[in-house]
């Protein structure tokens, strides 16, 4: 009775520890370390049919001392066998086993090189990770978080919280959209939701911990630096032979084929596109916006018509619009105190973005490949740096101005790509480069450009071009090559006119500067000019002149002369008569020199220059 209780005992004490390796098997993912190692210490150096084999020695010995017997007598061997059996079935298998030890094994090594937990300091904590947002699939944004070790904090999770981007700060109400385990390399995937109400196309990303029970931010904030990847549209332009463009006469527009006119700059205010109703309905972010429809059937026969004659179109976003027409589009800080023609963009709140972003798309969608015409490059406002005359704003500080330009930009460049991938979206600034124009209401150039570049790239680099005003200084100084107190060879020259381009190109040289190929950016010039005020051959010299200078650089992309016919008002409040012919449509001199400029004939209609400049070039 007590040797089959104590067999019983024995198959009870087999049957849990069957039951404690198989349940660690089913928890390896968990506990894989602890149970690996002790099975692995403890039969390590034993092979599984050398325990069998022990186990039936020692089986039948005992079953022999049991039945008061030491002969070979079958019936207890067989009794020995059975028992042994029973045991052995209780036991896992070699392979199991070899698992469950490698499993360890490998969970052992996998912690061992797992990075250290870092304290969180005043100094390491706002960018201890780094995060790089960007488009998966045409419909996921996917957050990659990269780190040097893992940031000590409350559990073991990362936090990602989703921002406006006028918002600045994770709020006490703020709640995140998703979490992981924290890992040196790990990321998040959400759903991009473009056009909808929730779209997050637009949005800035940042990552946290829990800190005292409280969210603390551990990296920079980041934008979608891609969205081209979820486009309908692919247009990049024509191939051109030459980089000559003009502000066209939308009367004259037949003449740009006799011109041999490769690209056009037009103007789009955003006062004569939109409407308050009726119109062509267009719904983004959940709000219904209205365009003028004879407007834009006027610009699609004026694109088509461009696009028929090999011409690329450069279209100027301006913000023209009236306080009682669409008031979210222009900048809190613009609604008043300014009798400029244009005003700052508002990104400075939700309806404001969503205007932005609206506007964008519906443009940018018209005009990349849907049969209305289309257009490779976008031009946001005028010569930004010019606060007073062309991009009004209350006055303030250079960073607070351009970061407020910097978000807006960043609204129309998401919205313009997400529709054509292609699409080149270009910053513009007038030639007064380091001129301390700040003393008079204005900035310099280069630090509008400055701040601009470095704001875009800390949060995220995108691929934006720059569309320069190299505009003599003063602007009816003709003759550029003549020495000036204003323009030097260096960095720091007060104005970059043609007579020192190369300091904006080299300027773009700068690796804080490239694109995110590493390569220099697209430069247009988008605006250039010479007035016919002190004569018509010094005007045509000036052209010539500046267009070998331009072809030479190597690096800009496309020039637009400032007009194609004189306009009156600008006469009148300038004294500047910059166009190819008078504004009753008698041609220049200048005409034929931009005409021939980039053929055979060039020798024939530019060699009088020579002697005007002073040299043959």
């Not at 979490?179 to 637009?202: A, E, I, Q």
């Not at 940042?206 to 969205?227: G, L, W």
Request: negative net charge; hydrophobic residues 35%; charged residues 20%.
């Amino acid at each position: 009775m007590n040797n089959k209780r104590r067999m019983r005992t024995g198959k009870k004490a087999m049957h849990n520890r069957k039951v404690v390796m198989l349940s660690g098997v089913a928890a390896v993912s968990a506990i894989a370390l602890v149970i690996g190692m002790l099975i692995y210490l403890f039969i390590s150096g034993k092979k599984v049919d050398e325990i069998a084999s022990n186990n039936m020695e020692q089986s039948a010995e005992k079953a022999s001392g049991e039945s008061g017997t030491s002969t070979g007598d079958d019936t207890i061997f067989e009794a020995a066998l059975q028992e042994e059996e029973t045991k052995n079935a209780a036991y896992i298998s070699a392979d199991t086993i070899d698992s469950i030890v490698a499993a360890g094994k490998g969970v052992s090594e996998a912690l061992s090189k797992r990075p250290e937990t870092v304290e969180m300091t005043a100094e390491n904590t706002a960018e201890f990770a780094n995060i790089v947002c960007s488009i998966e699939g045409s419909s996921k944004v996917k957050i990659t978080v990269e780190s040097d070790g893992i940031p000590k904090s409350d559990d073991k999770y990362y936090y990602l919280f989703e921002q406006a981007t006028y918002d600045e700060e994770i709020s006490d109400e703020s709640e995140p959209v998703a979490r992981v385990y924290k890992d040196d390399d790990t990321s998040f995937t959400l759903d991009l939701n473009k056009g909808t109400v929730d779209t997050r196309l637009f949005s800035k990303f940042r990552v946290a911990v829990k800190k005292d029970d409280s969210y603390v931010s551990i990296s920079h904030p980041k934008y979608i630096t891609n969205p081209g990847a979820c486009a309908g549209y692919s247009y990049a332009g024509m191939s051109h032979k030459s980089i000559k463009g003009i502000l066209p006469d939308p009367l004259r527009i037949s003449e740009l084929s006799d011109l041999g006119c490769e690209y056009a700059t037009y103007n789009i205010p955003l006062n004569h596109i939109l409407v308050t109703s009726g119109g062509i309905s267009y719904t983004y972010g959940g709000v219904t916006y209205h365009f003028n429809s004879q407007i834009i059937g006027d610009y699609d026969n004026l694109f088509r018509r461009l696009n028929n004659m090999g011409i690329d179109v450069a279209a100027i976003i301006l913000n023209n619009a009236s306080i009682s027409a669409y008031p979210e589009i222009t900048h809190p800080s613009a609604r008043s105190g300014s009798t400029a023609p244009y005003y700052m963009f508002n990104a400075a709140n939700d309806s404001g973005v969503k205007a932005l972003a609206a506007i964008g798309s519906f443009l940018a969608g018209r005009y990349s490949g849907s049969g209305h015409g289309n257009v490779s490059m976008w031009i946001i406002a005028n010569e930004v740096n010019a606060r007073r005359e062309y991009n009004y704003m209350t006055y303030t500080d250079v960073n607070t101005y351009t970061a407020a330009f910097t978000r807006a930009f960043r609204v129309f460049y998401n919205a313009i790509k997400s529709q054509n991938s292609a699409a080149q979206v270009y910053i513009p600034i007038d030639q007064r480069w380091t001129y301390n124009t700040e003393k008079t209401g204005d900035y310099d150039a280069k630090d509008v450009l400055d701040i601009f570049a470095a704001s875009l790239s800390e949060y995220g680099n995108i691929d934006w071009g720059l569309a320069a005003h190299p505009y003599s200084f003063p602007n009816g100084n003709t003759a550029f090559w003549k020495s000036s107190k204003y323009v030097n060879h260096t960095s720091t020259t007060p104005c970059i006119t043609m007579d020192n381009i190369e300091v904006l190109t080299d300027y773009m040289k700068r690796d804080e500067m490239l694109d995110t190929s590493g390569n220099v950016r697209s430069i247009i010039l988008s605006e250039i000019g010479y007035s016919s005020t002190s004569g018509q051959a010094l005007q045509a010299a000036a052209f010539a002149y500046a267009y070998t200078i331009m072809e030479k650089n190597g690096y800009i992309d496309a020039l637009m002369l400032s007009r194609h016919t004189d306009a009156a008002d600008e006469i009148a409040a300038l004294g500047l008569a910059l166009g190819l012919q008078t504004t009753g449509g008698g041609h220049k001199q200048i005409y034929n020199v931009f005409k021939y400029i980039d053929t055979d004939k060039r020798e024939e209609y530019v060699s009088f220059a020579y002697d005007i400049v002073g040299k043959t070039f």
